[in-house]
């Protein structure tokens, strides 16, 4: 597709339930990006992809958050055992190379609330 | 590293220019000033960036303090699709770290 599509778009999930976010790049496109994003506040990096490979998850927040992109182009973000605190709109977004020429593409997000 | 500084808020009249400063006093000789801007229920979009020259597109213009320490991104005729917050990030391989940004309201 033309853009970086994320799903579902909105999800609840009761605390406890482990739960799956979608992110399908613009195809091409080598470098893959999570961030989290509370209410009212900026984007927060998560983990970034460079094809298949994460070559950086400094910023997961704890060992309940696990991301991958095993065939390099569609990545999952997957939250076990979800907490209050996780409600947030997950953002994903890709880049066609590494370096510091490339703007990121975003999605619109999934918008995740944990009750 | 430190974020850069931002407005926490700026306001403008419509069809007016709009200059969004940022402080970035950290930064290294092979960052770049990137600027994205985020509308409401929406990812953040790419606005433009920048090294060490100005720069202009479609969009916007980048203006760029000689010593690299500051920035500035202007918007030549605000409209009210322009609202939105904006985001002002220093790049270097693949880190882009976003701050809170500044929360442009544009008046008719």
């Known amino acids: 597709g033309a853009g970086v599509s994320q799903s579902p778009r909105y999800k609840v999930a009761k605390r406890g339930q482990d739960v799956a976010l979608r992110c399908d790049p613009i195809s091409g496109h080598v470098s893959l990006f999570w961030y989290q994003q509370a209410l009212g506040q900026g984007p927060e990096f998560l983990t970034y992809?460079?094809?298949?490979?994460?070559?950086?998850k400094s910023g997961l927040p704890s060992d309940r958050f696990f991301a991958e992109r095993p065939e390099g182009s569609v990545s999952t973000l997957k939250i076990q055992r979800t907490q209050q605190e996780d409600s947030a709109v997950y953002l994903c977004?890709?880049?066609?190379?590494?370096?510091?020429?490339?703007?990121?593409?975003f999605g619109s997000g999934t918008r995740l609330t944990v009750v | 590293d430190a974020k850069t500084t931002q407005p926490n808020s700026m306001e403008s009249n419509e069809e007016e220019p709009v200059h969004l400063p940022c402080n970035h006093s950290t930064i290294s000789g092979t960052d770049y000033i990137h600027w994205y801007r985020q509308l409401p229920s929406q990812g953040p979009e790419y606005v433009i960036h920048?090294?060490?020259s100005n720069v202009n597109n479609r969009m916007a213009s980048l203006a760029i303090a000689e010593d690299r320490k500051s920035s500035t991104l202007i918007l030549h005729r605000a409209t009210l699709r322009d609202a939105a917050v904006y985001y002002c990030i220093k790049y270097n391989n693949n880190d882009m770290r976003f701050g809170a940004g500044t929360r442009l309201t544009v008046k008719p």
């Open positions: 920048g090294l060490t």
């Open positions: 992809f460079q094809n298949e490979a994460q070559l950086d």
């Open positions: 977004a890709s880049s066609p190379g590494q370096g510091a020429f490339y703007g990121y593409t």
